[in-house]
Structure formats: structure tokens, C-alpha cells
């Protein structure tokens, strides 16, 4: 946040799939949440949707002063809301988007967005080395979440908050998940953080430069300027990539110690071993045959797996445990990948040396499910039919693959489908 667990999380976000702007910020949209039981939908088809989504309003204001927001502050800031019916559209159509990770990497790490990465940490260099020294995230990490999630601060959005929230909580498919982040940011208002105009960011929710959801906001956002406000929403920066420093710190970053690294594969390695699944200490790489890029054994930085986003015909990663804190933000491998990358070259670091399988095209959401549907038939279990690549399904494509004497590297290609048909 991704896909190997539907994607996530941190902020309440998932990725796959994305929209990706030329040189802007990566679109997600927030996780599933399952409605609680006893819960009524209240937006039936018979009734327009701005009759409705007014009753609505009226009918959760009760609800949201029963969580604590005052009647003032309820009232302010839903008089003038109208449903946005094309958040909701937004947000139906999100599965049918998809896009592969080499795609995605030549727009997330383009030349364009490094050279942007590289201005920015020499613009805001005592900012990020008093975030870097306070928090212990470095400067470049917390520069790359920016670039990916803002483009700098260029694109943070601008379609208003409250409005996205209550319209997706009335009418959209993961109702209980947006009450949730209505609520959150009711007391953000109350707070006082920001107002009304000024809480504007993506159509599912994210705000500011470093795209936070109201919840997560709530929970990690800090007044780095000391100025009284958690203000992720202005020109100044400072709020919001310090608060995105704290988030990477409560879940468990190390200083030091690299998200992950390409590395080479001897001919001979068992390709059973790749997997997030399984941890194991440098030593076991190298004995192995795994190296860098330069020949030299893998650094001891504590438990790291390998990892193949595209199957054995595209790069290799060996990754470690600060990968897993980047999945927090985000859970989806392309995103992780994208940061740590991006952070990488605006250090000074090469681009990714090996080729992608480029003449594969992606799985179409209901293509996923049809290899889904096609390996549990087949006898390979992949915990569910649901579009998601994850884990699960990752392991029942190694088996498959494995069956029928292709290289087991867990890649859900097109040609795996065709082969289950």
C-alpha cells in the first residue's frame, strides 16, 4: 500500500490497482472494510441520490454526536455538502484498473521524479536532517513517500473532504471504512487543526503532501512548526513530512538498514525460496549464490527474503524488514519498491539494472479471478476468489507452475492463465 494482501492499509489505502498522472501523485483507494451487522444502507436505487444522501446527513448527525462531535461543528461543516456522485464512480471502478510494475516504476521513479527528489532535499535540507535526526527516518525515504504521494506537494488535491467521505459512506461499497474517516475528520475540524475549505485532497480521502486519511492523520500527525496546528494541508511542508516520519517510526523503522536491494540469482537457485513468506539470515543468501550487483555477498541487515515482482525473467530483490515498515504506508509491492527506489536515486543510487518481461500485458481484474477460479479447479488452493494476487495465490501458482515443469516463481501471468485453460 499493496498485490499479495488486497492492499492496504496505513493510511487505509490499498493500490492495486493505480492511476498514475504523468508526474503526479499515486491514486488509491481505501481498503474493504466489512459493514458491521445491524447497520441500514440507506441509499436504495428507487431514491435520488441527493433526496437521500440529505436524509442521510440528518440520520448520522446523531451518530457522530454520540461519538463525541459537537452540534456545531456536525452542523458547520455539513450544511453546504452535496453528494459527489462521481467520488462514488470513482471508487466502483477502482478493480478494473491495472497496470505492471515496470509501467509503474518508469513513471514513479522517472528521470523527471528524481531530479524533482534531488531539488527538494537540497531545498528543505534543514528541515529533513532535524526530521531525520529527531525521528530516525532518513531524509531521502521521507522525500520519496513526498514524490510519489504529491509530486513534491504539486498535486495534493483538491476535492473537499467531508463531502468525498459522507458521499462514499452514504452510497459506496465500503460504507462502514468511510464513516469511520468521516468521523476522523469532524475532529480534525474540531480540533482545529483546519477548516472546512481548507480540508481538500484526493476523491478517496488522502490529504496533503504526503496524503494521509483522516484517521491515520488523527492518529500520527504532529505540530512540527510548533505554531498549534497539524497543518499537512498548506504550502509549508514541515507538518506533513515530519508527521510521515513518525508514522514510518511507530512501525518499526530502522535507520541504516536498506528497504531492500537488487541482486542476482545463480542459474541454479530454487526458486521454492521466493517469498515475503520466508526470512532468512544473510548467510543463507550467500550460500546460496545470491550477490548484488557487483559480485560481493549480501550485507547482514537482519532476517531478508527475495522477492520477484515480475517472475524470474525480471529483477530480483532481496528485501528487509524496513520493506515490511514502507508496507504500512502502503501495501502494495510496486508502491514499496517505487519509495524505496526513488529514495535510492536521489541519494545518488543506479536504476535498476535487469529487464522486465515488457511484452506481457497485465491480468484484467476478472482474468484474475478466472486463474483463481481455474487453479482451486485444478487442485491448487488459492484461498479465495477474489481478484486479489496475494500470497495465497502466489503459493498455489508456485505449485502449479511447479506440476508442470515451469520455473515455480509465483508470477500470475497471462500465460499461466492460457496454460490453466
Known amino acids: 500500500m499493496r498485490v499479495r494482501a488486497a492492499a492496504i492499509v496505513a493510511l487505509g489505502l490499498s493500490v492495486f490497482p493505480w492511476f498514475v498522472s504523468a508526474q503526479g501523485a499515486v491514486e488509491r483507494s481505501p481498503v474493504p472494510e466489512v459493514r458491521p451487522e445491524g447497520v ?32 456545531d461543528v456536525y452542523d458547520a461543516a455539513m450544511a453546504g455538502v452535496a453528494y459527489n456522485a462521481k467520488v462514488v464512480r470513482l471508487d466502483s471502478r477502482q478493480a478494473e484498473f491495472t497496470k505492471q510494475i515496470w509501467d509503474y516504476l518508469d513513471t514513479a521513479v522517472s528521470d523527471l521524479r528524481v531530479s524533482n527528489g534531488r531539488a527538494a532535499v537540497e531545498e528543505h535540507a534543514d528541515l529533513l536532517a532535524e526530521i531525520e535526526a529527531r525521528y530516525g527516518v532518513e531524509k531521502e525515504v521521507v522525500a520519496a513517500i513526498w514524490g510519489l504521494e504529491s509530486a513534491y506537494g504539486t498535486f495534493r488535491g483538491d476535492v473537499p473532504i467531508v463531502g468525498a467521505m459522507a458521499s462514499l459512506a452514504y452510497d459506496g461499497r465500503r460504507a462502514a471504512f468511510f464513516e469511520e474517516q468521516l468521523i476522523a475528520a469532524l475532529r480534525i475540524l474540531q480540533d482545529g487543526d483546519t477548516g472546512v475549505s481548507d480540508m481538500a485532497g484526493s476523491w478517496a480521502g488522502a490529504m496533503g503532501h504526503t496524503q494521509f486519511m483522516p484517521g491515520s492523520y488523527r492518529a500520527h ?180 507452475q511447479a506440476s508442470v515443469g515451469l520455473v515455480p516463481d509465483g508470477y500470475a501471468s497471462l500465460d499461466v492463465l492460457k496454460r490453466l485453460r
Open 40 to 71: 441500514v444502507v440507506t441509499a436504495a436505487s428507487n431514491v435520488p441520490a441527493d433526496v437521500g444522501f440529505r436524509a442521510w446527513v440528518d440520520a448520522f448527525r446523531k451518530r457522530a454526536l454520540a461519538q463525541g462531535i459537537s452540534a
Open 221 to 400: 500527525a504532529v505540530d512540527f512548526t510548533g505554531d498549534g496546528r497539524r497543518d499537512i494541508w498548506g504550502d509549508d511542508p514541515s507538518d506533513a513530512l515530519a508527521s510521515t516520519a513518525v508514522y514510518l517510526q511507530h512501525h518499526g523503522w530502522t535507520k541504516g538498514q536498506p528497504w531492500g536491494m537488487e541482486v542476482e540469482l545463480p542459474e541454479d537457485f530454487d526458486y521454492a525460496l521466493t517469498s515475503e513468506r520466508i526470512k532468512k539470515p544473510a548467510a543463507f543468501w550467500n550460500a546460496r549464490g545470491v550477490r548484488d550487483l557487483e559480485g560481493a555477498e549480501i550485507p547482514d541487515h537482519g532476517p531478508a527474503s527475495i522477492l520477484l515482482p515480475a517472475g524470474h525473467r525480471g529483477a530480483a530483490f532481496v528485501i528487509f524488514e524496513n520493506f515490511h515498515v514502507l508496507e504500512r504506508y502502503n501495501t502494495a509491492d510496486a508502491y514499496v519498491i517505487g519509495v524505496g527506489h526513488l529514495a535510492d536515486r536521489i541519494a545518488g543510487g543506479a536504476p535498476i539494472r535487469a529487464g522486465w518481461p515488457r511484452g506481457d500485458r497485465a491480468l484484467s481484474f476478472d482474468e484474475k479471478r478466472e486463474l483463481q477460479r481455474r487453479l482451486l479447479v485444478a487442485g491448487f488452493d488459492p484461498d479465495g476468489v477474489d481478484g486479489i494476487i496475494g500470497p495465497n495465490t502466489i503459493a498455489a501458482v508456485k505449485a502449479y
